[in-house]
Each structure stands twice: as structure tokens, then as C-alpha cells.
């Protein structure tokens, strides 16, 4: 093995469990594995988990952020508010930090509240402000449907016709995957009647990581707002949201940040858009001036911060559960899991061009985080059903996509190994 055990080829040696078992024993973030509850075949072992896109794994510390809070409100009633060791008047601000490091971002310019598509709502409602000329909105052209629906709905409430007002990306052959002249060719296209760009930096469905920067220079050259949904970015790429001069963004944080199901969402504001008196926004007394905010007086005070945007007194166990996960990631280092992450998915798609080549192509082009889209060239369906079948875990997305992450803060090699020769043995009929 080499000196970064992360820079290692593969050879025909990585054809084996020998290469991956020694692999695992040299990872420096092996010991994240243990801090997961995996969940159980009927044998009593753990899954071949690989839906870290779709529903993180439980930290196991978790049921310990979550039990003091219990405890809190047990003890203390409505004073838990200010007492114990994290009061909840505060508590969103425990996650602060650790989100700012997680997406290149200011303290001030993140927040953790809400849900994704919520978030989505209230950020188009501050960024897209149409006129009759500047009207359109750039997305994917597979979007997620509910941001889809989110667009198409904002366009409607300002008076647009969504297939006037949304604009999609044009797809290459594969009907997945967009090159990058071709983004960059389509928002000049649509130039000065482009209100806002809202794309994911990772496709959903083909896993595909956009040029942030680039597409942000792009998009501000020709007079248009310009954010990111990182529902499959945050917790999986090393993102650089402030840096590259991203407007605003949104993420959810049950996938890669494992908060557990329906965790809350992040969002983000450049801090060039704060404490702008003329921004439309809606608004509720958690965005209000925190000195004032009990003195519950009937006008809004907006904080200075991505704060302004909360509305309600956040919900304290989920915060917890997400606490715990975001402590992982301060201590492994979202460099170090994307290093980690490049090679392990890397190994994926080698062991599965040198096993299973004529059955399944691997659609997600370099330019990626963890996940891999697999498009199977006889009856996915079939396929996917045996693999959960085999406590495997993977998903299936009409009409023939499986989706599969080796996730780099609790998959390793072995995993990796495992899954393909499964799909090997399948294969063989
Ligand atoms: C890209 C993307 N957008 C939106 C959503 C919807 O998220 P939520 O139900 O948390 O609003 C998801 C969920 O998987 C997603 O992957």
C-alpha cells in the first residue's frame, strides 16, 4: 500500500477480499464505522447498506443527544428553554458552526430550520422577484419532482406560465448526464430574461456534480440570481458555497448528514444579501432581534444574519439527532471523507467494469461525489429486488436506474467488494 492509502491503483490484486480487507485496516476514518447502528439481515449481520443518498445511518450517539433533551424537558418543564447545557432558545446555534465549516460558508450566512422544500419556497420567494422581461428559472432536466413543483408553483403565484417560465437543461444521449459547455450555452441563451438559476451541485438521479463556480460567473454575467440545491452535496462534497459566490442554498440533512428521517433542512444566504431593508421575505418572531424577541412586540425586526429567515422555535430532538451527526463530521473532516469517498466509489466502478461490464454500464460521469447511477441492461427491476432480497441496500428509480453509495463515513472496501460479487453470482443466473 502506498504512503496515502487513498492514492492506491488498482491492479489485479483489488480483484479480491484480501485487497480490500487490507484497505480497510490502513483507513485512517475506519473507526467512524463503529459510531453507525447498521441495520440486520435475518443472519444477525450487518446490511450491505449503500442508500446513504436516500436515508443516512443512525449515529450511535444519537440516542445520547436525544435523551438529554428528553431529560431536559422532564427536569425542567418550559424552563428547558434556558436551563441544562444546551438551552433550546439556543439550540439551532449549536449547528451553526459545523454547517458553516460543512458548505465554505460564513456563521452568518447559515441556518438549520425547517425542510428542504420548504426552504426552497422561502429562499425562490426572497430570489425570485420576475418581471415581464426577467422571468425565467434555469433547473435540472431531471429535476427532483418536488423541486419541480416548487418552481412551476412560484412561477404560477407571480402570474407565469411555467412552461414559459421554467427553463430545463439539455440532457446528452444518455438522457442523463449535461455537459458543461452545454450549461454554460444554455444560460447564455436565455441570458437577461433569466431571473434565477436553481440547480442541484449533484444530480439526484445520475449523481453528475456541476462546476458551482463556473456556473455561478455564468449566471451572474448574464443579470441572474444564482443557488444550489445540495440535497445530495452537503454531507457528501466539499463545498465551497461562500468562496464561490453563491447567492442562496438549501439541503436536507437525512441523507449524507444522517439526521434520521424528515431531519431538518439547512439553508443558506450570501452575506452580501443580508440586512438588506428592500428583500421580501416571509417571516416569523425566530428571525426577529433576539433581545427583543420576548418583548413580543408587533413589528419584525430582522437579525443580520441567514437567521432572519427562520420563522418558529425550531423542533429540539431532531436538532439533536442532527447534532450528533454534524459532530462526526467536524471530527472526520469533510476533506478527508471526499478523499476518501473518491477513491472507495473509484474502486466500485473498477471492480464493477472488470466483473460485470457486459451487464451494467456505470452512467455517473468522474465528476461526481459517492454515488454511482447504474443503468442494468436487463430487467433492473429484477435485479434490484434480489439484491434487497439479499440485504442489500440500494435504490430503484423508474425506469431502470439503481442508485448505490459507499458512503466514506461508515462504508469500506469490504462492503464495496461484497456488493459486486453478489451482483456477480446474480448475474450468472
Ligand atoms: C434533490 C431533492 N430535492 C428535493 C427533495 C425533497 O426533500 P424534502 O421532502 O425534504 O422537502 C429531495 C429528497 O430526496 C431531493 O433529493
Redesign the pocket.
Known amino acids: 500500500m502506498s504512503q496515502n492509502i487513498f492514492s492506491t491503483p488498482f491492479t489485479a490484486e483489488s480483484n479480491t477480499i484480501d485487497f480490500a480487507k487490507k484497505m480497510d485496516q490502513a483507513d485512517p476514518l475506519k473507526k467512524f464505522r463503529d459510531e453507525f447502528h447498521f441495520p440486520q439481515t435475518a443472519k444477525g449481520e450487518n446490511q450491505l447498506y449503500f442508500a446513504g443518498h436516500s436515508l443516512g445511518l443512525m449515529p450511535k450517539r444519537a440516542h445520547a443527544f436525544v435523551n438529554q433533551e428528553l431529560n431536559s424537558w422532564a427536569k425542567y418543564g418550559v424552563e428547558g428553554h434556558f436551563l441544562g447545557s444546551h438551552p433550546w432558545v439556543h439550540y439551532h446555534e449549536f449547528i451553526t458552526e459545523s454547517f458553516a465549516r460543512l458548505v465554505g460558508a460564513k456563521k452568518s450566512e447559515v441556518i438549520a430550520m425547517n425542510?428542504?422544500?420548504v426552504n426552497l419556497h422561502l429562499m425562490l420567494v426572497s430570489f425570485y422577484r420576475p418581471t415581464q422581461k426577467r422571468f425565467k428559472i434555469l433547473i435540472e432536466n431531471n429535476t427532483?419532482p418536488?423541486?419541480k413543483y416548487a418552481v412551476d408553483s412560484q412561477a404560477r403565484f407571480h402570474g407565469f406560465d411555467p412552461k414559459q417560465a421554467i427553463v430545463e437543461l439539455k440532457p446528452g444521449v444518455d438522457g442523463l448526464t449535461v455537459s458543461e459547455e452545454s450549461i454554460l450555452e444554455t444560460i447564455k441563451q436565455h441570458g437577461d430574461e433569466l431571473a434565477v438559476i436553481m440547480l442541484?451541485d449533484c444530480n439526484?438521479l445520475s449523481g453528475q456534480k456541476f462546476d458551482m463556480k463556473k456556473i455561478v460567473e455564468a449566471g451572474h454575467k448574464v443579470g441572474a440570481v444564482v443557488g444550489f440545491?445540495l440535497?445530495?452535496g452537503a454531507g457528501n462534497l466539499h463545498l465551497t458555497l461562500h468562496d464561490d459566490n453563491v447567492d442562496f442554498a438549501m439541503w436536507?440533512s437525512y441523507k449524507y448528514l444522517n439526521s434520521g428521517p424528515g431531519g431538518l433542512?439547512g439553508a443558506y444566504v450570501n452575506e452580501k444579501h443580508l440586512n438588506k431593508k428592500d428583500i421580501p421575505r416571509f417571516e416569523g418572531w425566530w428571525g426577529h432581534n433576539k433581545e427583543s424577541r420576548f418583548k413580543m412586540g408587533p413589528d419584525f425586526e430582522p437579525l443580520p444574519t441567514a437567521e432572519a429567515w427562520q420563522l418558529s422555535n425550531p423542533p429540539i430532538f431532531q436538532l439533536a439527532s442532527l447534532r450528533a451527526s454534524m459532530e462526526l463530521f467536524d471530527e472526520a473532516g469533510i476533506k478527508n471523507l471526499r478523499e476518501k469517498g473518491d477513491h472507495l466509489t473509484g474502486y466500485f466502478e473498477w471492480l464493477l467494469k472488470e466483473n460485470l461490464a457486459d451487464t451494467i454500464e456505470v452512467v455517473t460521469p468522474k465528476s461526481r461525489g459517492s454515488m454511482l447511477c447504474l443503468k442494468f441492461k436487463t430487467s433492473p427491476k429484477a435485479w434490484f429486488d434480489k439484491m434487497i432480497h439479499a440485504g442489500c441496500i440500494v435504490d430503484f428509480r423508474e425506469p431502470y436506474i439503481i442508485r448505490a453509495t459507499p458512503v466514506p463515513l461508515y462504508n469500506n472496501y469490504e462492503d464495496v467488494f461484497k456488493l459486486v460479487m453478489l451482483l456477480k453470482e446474480f448475474s450468472k443466473g
Do not use: E, K
Open positions: 425542510t428542504l422544500t427532483f418536488s423541486d442541484g439526484y440545491n440535497a445530495h436536507c433542512a
